[in-house]
Protein backbone atom coordinates (compact mmCIF):
# COMPACT_ATOMS: atom_id res chain seq x y z
CA UNK A 1 0.00 0.00 0.00
CA UNK A 2 3.15 2.48 0.39
CA UNK A 3 2.79 2.81 -3.64
CA UNK A 4 -0.62 3.34 -4.05
CA UNK A 5 0.23 6.83 -5.41
CA UNK A 6 2.91 5.76 -7.57
CA UNK A 7 0.68 2.83 -9.08
CA UNK A 8 -3.10 5.08 -9.43
CA UNK A 9 -5.06 5.40 -12.66
CA UNK A 10 -5.09 9.36 -14.06
CA UNK A 11 -8.90 9.18 -13.48
CA UNK A 12 -8.31 7.59 -10.44
CA UNK A 13 -5.97 10.88 -9.58
CA UNK A 14 -8.33 13.40 -10.97
CA UNK A 15 -11.23 12.01 -8.53
CA UNK A 16 -9.50 11.85 -5.45
CA UNK A 17 -8.02 15.54 -6.02
CA UNK A 18 -11.66 16.84 -6.86
CA UNK A 19 -13.10 14.96 -3.74
CA UNK A 20 -10.36 17.03 -1.51
CA UNK A 21 -11.33 19.83 -3.13
CA UNK A 22 -14.81 19.95 -2.62
CA UNK A 23 -13.59 18.66 1.10
CA UNK A 24 -11.32 21.23 2.42
CA UNK A 25 -10.61 24.99 1.32
CA UNK A 26 -7.14 25.27 2.27
CA UNK A 27 -6.47 21.98 -0.08
CA UNK A 28 -8.55 23.74 -3.00
CA UNK A 29 -6.95 26.84 -2.44
CA UNK A 30 -3.37 24.97 -2.71
CA UNK A 31 -4.67 22.82 -5.77
CA UNK A 32 -5.69 25.63 -7.49
CA UNK A 33 -2.17 27.16 -6.98
CA UNK A 34 0.06 24.30 -8.05
CA UNK A 35 -2.30 24.17 -11.27
CA UNK A 36 -2.15 27.93 -11.94
CA UNK A 37 1.39 27.80 -11.62
CA UNK A 38 2.33 24.45 -14.44
CA UNK A 39 -0.34 25.90 -16.46
CA UNK A 40 1.50 29.75 -16.77
CA UNK A 41 4.64 27.83 -16.80
CA UNK A 42 4.64 28.22 -20.77
CA UNK A 43 8.13 27.20 -22.03
CA UNK A 44 8.08 29.04 -25.42
CA UNK A 45 11.69 27.61 -26.92
CA UNK A 46 10.50 24.05 -25.03
CA UNK A 47 7.05 24.04 -27.23
CA UNK A 48 9.00 25.61 -30.46
CA UNK A 49 11.48 22.30 -29.74
CA UNK A 50 8.61 19.92 -29.16
CA UNK A 51 6.99 21.00 -31.83
CA UNK A 52 9.76 20.94 -34.72
CA UNK A 53 10.72 17.20 -33.01
CA UNK A 54 7.28 16.17 -33.83
CA UNK A 55 7.25 16.90 -36.83
CA UNK A 56 11.15 16.09 -37.91
CA UNK A 57 10.39 12.66 -36.40
CA UNK A 58 7.05 11.37 -39.08
CA UNK A 59 8.57 8.85 -40.50
CA UNK A 60 8.32 8.40 -44.12
CA UNK A 61 8.08 4.72 -44.03
CA UNK A 62 4.40 5.21 -41.66
CA UNK A 63 3.96 7.45 -45.04
CA UNK A 64 4.40 5.26 -47.32
CA UNK A 65 2.77 2.48 -44.86
CA UNK A 66 -0.68 3.78 -44.70
CA UNK A 67 -1.24 5.62 -48.01
CA UNK A 68 -1.98 3.11 -51.24
CA UNK A 69 -5.22 1.56 -51.42
CA UNK A 70 -7.20 1.02 -48.27
CA UNK A 71 -10.24 -0.80 -48.04
CA UNK A 72 -12.44 2.90 -48.13
CA UNK A 73 -10.22 3.52 -51.84
CA UNK A 74 -6.87 5.26 -52.33
CA UNK A 75 -4.95 7.42 -50.17
CA UNK A 76 -2.35 9.52 -51.61
CA UNK A 77 0.82 9.95 -49.78
CA UNK A 78 0.05 13.38 -50.19
CA UNK A 79 -2.75 13.61 -48.80
CA UNK A 80 -1.51 11.24 -45.87
CA UNK A 81 1.02 13.21 -45.25
CA UNK A 82 -1.32 16.13 -44.60
CA UNK A 83 -3.05 13.94 -42.06
CA UNK A 84 -0.32 12.68 -40.51
CA UNK A 85 1.28 16.19 -39.70
CA UNK A 86 -2.27 17.31 -38.60
CA UNK A 87 -2.18 14.55 -36.46
CA UNK A 88 1.44 15.68 -34.64
CA UNK A 89 0.02 19.11 -33.98
CA UNK A 90 -3.34 18.75 -32.54
CA UNK A 91 -2.45 18.63 -29.14
CA UNK A 92 -0.27 21.72 -29.83
CA UNK A 93 -3.66 23.29 -31.27
CA UNK A 94 -6.15 21.78 -28.42
CA UNK A 95 -3.81 23.34 -25.97
CA UNK A 96 -3.83 26.64 -27.91
CA UNK A 97 -7.39 26.89 -27.28
CA UNK A 98 -7.51 25.83 -23.82
CA UNK A 99 -5.35 28.11 -22.68
CA UNK A 100 -7.65 30.86 -24.12
CA UNK A 101 -10.94 29.12 -22.65
CA UNK A 102 -9.32 29.67 -19.33
CA UNK A 103 -8.60 33.22 -19.70
CA UNK A 104 -4.87 32.89 -20.05
CA UNK A 105 -4.57 35.10 -23.11
CA UNK A 106 -1.10 35.85 -22.11
CA UNK A 107 0.10 32.10 -22.21
CA UNK A 108 -2.20 30.97 -24.81
CA UNK A 109 -0.37 34.00 -27.10
CA UNK A 110 3.07 32.26 -25.78
CA UNK A 111 2.39 28.79 -26.22
CA UNK A 112 1.16 30.00 -29.89
CA UNK A 113 4.55 31.49 -30.53
CA UNK A 114 6.37 28.54 -29.84
CA UNK A 115 4.17 26.71 -32.42
CA UNK A 116 4.22 28.84 -34.98
CA UNK A 117 7.78 29.33 -34.57
CA UNK A 118 8.25 25.37 -34.18
CA UNK A 119 6.29 25.22 -37.79
CA UNK A 120 8.63 28.23 -39.48
CA UNK A 121 11.93 25.62 -37.86
CA UNK A 122 10.18 22.30 -39.21
CA UNK A 123 9.66 24.24 -42.94
CA UNK A 124 13.45 25.74 -42.95
CA UNK A 125 15.33 23.58 -41.41
CA UNK A 126 14.29 19.89 -41.45
CA UNK A 127 16.05 17.69 -43.68
CA UNK A 128 13.24 15.06 -43.35
CA UNK A 129 12.46 13.07 -46.42
CA UNK A 130 8.55 12.97 -45.06
CA UNK A 131 8.40 17.08 -45.41
CA UNK A 132 8.99 16.63 -49.09
CA UNK A 133 5.29 14.63 -49.23
CA UNK A 134 3.71 17.37 -47.78
CA UNK A 135 5.86 21.02 -49.71
CA UNK A 136 2.64 23.21 -48.56
CA UNK A 137 1.72 22.05 -45.03
CA UNK A 138 3.58 23.60 -42.51
CA UNK A 139 2.79 27.15 -44.08
CA UNK A 140 -0.36 26.48 -44.34
CA UNK A 141 -0.65 25.14 -40.89
CA UNK A 142 1.19 28.31 -39.65
CA UNK A 143 -1.46 30.35 -41.59
CA UNK A 144 -4.42 28.69 -39.67
CA UNK A 145 -3.16 28.93 -36.24
CA UNK A 146 -2.06 31.88 -36.12
CA UNK A 147 -5.37 33.21 -37.79
CA UNK A 148 -7.43 31.10 -35.56
CA UNK A 149 -5.39 32.60 -32.47
CA UNK A 150 -6.07 35.92 -33.74
CA UNK A 151 -10.00 35.72 -33.93
CA UNK A 152 -9.87 34.59 -30.35
CA UNK A 153 -7.35 36.69 -28.98
CA UNK A 154 -8.87 39.45 -26.61
CA UNK A 155 -6.45 42.30 -26.69
CA UNK A 156 -5.04 44.09 -29.34
CA UNK A 157 -1.60 44.73 -27.87
CA UNK A 158 -1.36 40.47 -27.98
CA UNK A 159 -1.98 40.73 -31.56
CA UNK A 160 0.61 43.93 -32.18
CA UNK A 161 3.01 41.42 -29.71
CA UNK A 162 2.35 38.25 -32.17
CA UNK A 163 2.99 40.44 -35.54
CA UNK A 164 6.55 41.85 -34.51
CA UNK A 165 7.59 38.83 -32.70
CA UNK A 166 6.74 37.01 -36.21
CA UNK A 167 7.84 39.30 -38.60
CA UNK A 168 11.04 38.90 -36.58
CA UNK A 169 11.31 35.35 -35.99
CA UNK A 170 8.72 34.08 -38.84
CA UNK A 171 10.20 36.69 -41.20
CA UNK A 172 9.53 34.58 -44.81
CA UNK A 173 6.37 34.31 -43.66
CA UNK A 174 4.67 37.69 -42.42
CA UNK A 175 5.10 40.20 -45.12
Known amino acids: ?????????????????????????????????????????????????????????????????RSGSTVDGYISPNEMAVEMIEEELKPFQQEIFRLIELGLYKEAKLYCMGVLKGLYMYEHDSKSEFKDWATDMPGECFSYLYDEWKKRSKKKSDIKDMNEFLAEECENWMK
Open 1 to 65: MKNILDKISPNEALEILRLLAKTDKQIQKKILDIAEKMIKGIDFEGICDDVFWALDGIDVHDLWN
